[in-house]
């Protein structure tokens, strides 16, 4: 069982190039979440989805979109890249209405967008 | 609004004991969850409270106030292993997860 996986782990894209970030998860959690980490800030969420066919806009939504054909994926689209998407991206899952809300994250994908 | 606030980073000795605090102000409560983060990896759960009081487990132990805002993250016996970040994280009342920035833990021989 290999929990969450994302992909690539790290890319150098050129500003106005689109670029999809994979997510996978292997728990059959309903709800599936995207999360920018910057340097000094908490956790930002970018996009979520509580369950498939369902999505939803977190606090830093513009510039990204997402789809949730399935349970298990979860992928997030930079249209266009600007440079200051450069972030390491989470995705994370967690069972709604299960143990304690507790969410459950992949590795990352640090982008870098110059 | 809504605010979480911790230590930007805190220093402690090995085998010493160390309290990692939070404060928070959010739009409704439904609990605070603490998570560790290595350098270059994923945050990974800690700790859950939703009720006042203390909650040991292992050399970890995490205090929740709800009526002062004010959680914190006890950890014993520190190893070297536990250099690491701390984030604290509030469930607000719309089951939405508000994360505060991290406090980073270095610990010295």
């Known amino acids: 069982i290999a929990g969450i996986t994302q992909a690539p782990t790290s890319q150098i894209l050129a500003a106005g190039r689109r670029m999809t970030l994979r997510c996978t998860q292997d728990?059959?959690?309903?709800?599936m979440y995207w999360y920018r980490q910057d340097l000094g800030l908490g956790l930002r969420l970018i996009h979520y989805?509580?369950?498939?066919?369902?999505?939803g806009k977190g606090e830093v939504p513009d510039g990204y979109s997402v789809s949730r054909a399935n349970t298990d994926d979860f992928p997030l689209t930079l249209a266009s890249a600007v440079p200051s998407q450069t972030s390491v991206y989470f995705c994370?899952?967690?069972?709604?209405?299960?143990?304690?809300?507790?969410?459950?994250f992949g590795p990352g994908t640090r982008l870098t967008v110059l | 609004g809504q605010n979480i606030d911790q230590p930007t980073e805190m220093t402690a000795t090995e085998g010493a004991i160390v309290q990692i605090n939070c404060t928070y102000q959010?739009?409704?409560?439904?609990?605070l969850f603490w998570y560790q983060q290595h350098a270059g990896e994923a945050p990974t759960f800690l700790s859950y409270?939703?009720l006042d009081g203390l909650e040991e487990k292992g050399r970890f132990s995490s205090f929740l106030s709800r009526s002062k805002g004010y959680s914190y993250l006890l950890l014993k016996e520190l190893q070297m292993k536990d250099s690491a970040s701390y984030l604290c994280?509030?469930?607000?009342?719309?089951?939405?997860?508000?994360w505060g920035a991290g406090t980073k833990l270095i610990i010295k021989p």
């Open positions: 994370a899952s967690k069972q709604l209405a299960g143990d304690t809300d507790t969410q459950y």
């Open positions: 728990m059959r959690h309903n709800a």
């Open positions: 409270n939703v």
């Open positions: 989805s509580n369950t498939a066919g369902t999505t």
């Open positions: 959010t739009s409704g409560f439904n609990g």
């Open positions: 994280a509030v469930v607000e009342g719309n089951y939405q997860l508000i």
